[in-house]
């Protein structure tokens, strides 16, 4: 069972807490976490699935329901086509980044990207779409801003969700190079 909002807050006051939400949280949640171990990074997380709490620098959230989102206190936002139906919710939250915070949304999702554009005194907002990519003999392989080609077991399917952990993986250090090699490891 996940800790409660509250209780992951407390656990994590010195890190900075990263909330996945939306349809694809789960899948972008796993992919990061493969992304950040790895490049070897630090990291604490909490899923409905996993909760791991350390030192690390970062806290992952994926929360199991939405009743106290706000407790999370988060710095980033990552938005995957939220639903219609909790627009106002996720526009709250949205309202509570604090400064010097971002909000990474899905471009593609009109209700994430009304939400994420709305001007807020010095909270970055930045758009994902699927990465560029091909593909050569029925295997996806993506294409870096330099050309470079690296295979990926990931599919189609994965292309937006990958464009969100690419944005947050830039957001706490990790290099388009890393990223990309790590991506090409997927299993």
């Not at 807490?17 to 990074?41: A, C, D, E, S």
């Not at 996806?140 to 399917?157: A, D, H, P, Q």
């Not at 969700?161 to 190079?177: E, P, Q, R, T």
């Amino acid at each position: 069972m996940q800790t409660s909002s509250l209780g992951i807050y407390q656990q994590s006051l010195d890190q900075q807490r990263i909330l996945v939400l939306g349809k694809n949280r789960t899948r972008i949640l796993q992919i990061i976490l493969f992304v950040l171990k790895y490049n070897n990074r630090k990291y604490s997380v909490s899923s409905p699935a996993a909760e791991r709490f350390d030192d690390s620098p970062i806290m992952i959230i994926e929360p199991g329901d939405t009743n106290a989102l706000s407790a999370y206190q988060h710095h980033i936002l990552i938005f995957s086509e939220l639903p219609l139906a909790d627009k106002l919710l996720y526009s709250t939250l949205a309202d509570e980044t604090p400064k010097s915070g971002s909000i990474i949304f899905d471009e593609t999702d009109p209700v994430s990207s009304e939400i994420a554009k709305k001007q807020r005194p010095d909270v970055a907002a930045s758009g994902y779409t699927a990465l560029k990519s091909e593909l050569q003999q029925s295997k996806v392989v993506l294409i870096s801003s330099t050309n470079e080609k690296y295979t990926t077991r990931l599919g189609i399917e994965d292309l937006k969700n990958l464009g969100a952990v690419k944005d947050i993986a830039k957001k706490i250090g990790i290099s388009s190079g890393q990223f990309y090699r790590a991506i090409a490891a997927f299993q």
